[in-house]
């Protein structure tokens, strides 16, 4: 609870949260520069790769409100906490997009199948049906034989 409230009380600190000994106007131009890099360093994936689409989704959409609002107002119109815990927040991203990069899980979805990849259940179940024509046959013919 106590951390709570020291949360609140910093956020409406009059230089917006920023704590870092930045000014608030110097905190927002420094979480849209790392937006602006966000962005950029985005662009190695994958269009369709999950991660890429939410996290621009969400930088644009944290830029939007950065050029919409003025400096004093950025904290309440992105509305994710103080300045300097987002801008935290951002650099982590920063620091993981090149480690993804690195992992490459996108070249599992890359790889198109070979054209006998379903083969081997369209086998058994070809297999299956002789089986059961094979098992109907012979049962007609025991039932008609006596």
């Keep these: 609870m106590l951390a709570s409230v ?14 870092r000994g930045l000014s608030s106007a110097d905190a927002v131009s420094n979480l849209e520069g790392l937006l602006e890099k966000t962005l950029t360093e985005l662009e190695a994936m994958p ?13 644009r959409s944290r830029l939007a409100a950065i050029r919409n609002t003025d400096a004093a107002g950025v904290e309440e119109a992105i509305g994710e906490g103080p300045l300097d815990e987002l801008i935290k927040r951002v650099e982590e ?7 993804i990069i690195a992992a490459n899980p996108f070249a599992a979805e890359d790889v198109p199948k070979p054209a006998h990849y379903w083969e ?27």
């Design 47 to 59: 269009a369709g790769g999950h991660y890429r689409r939410v996290t621009e989704t969400l930088a």
């Design 120 to 146: 081997p259940e369209r086998k058994d179940y070809q297999d299956y049906l002789e089986l059961k024509a094979k098992l109907e046959k012979e049962e007609k013919e025991g039932i008609q034989k006596p």
């Design 6 to 19: 020291a949360r609140r009380t910093l956020a409406r600190h009059p230089l917006g949260g920023a704590r």
């Design 93 to 99: 991203d920063l620091e993981a997009i090149p480690k």
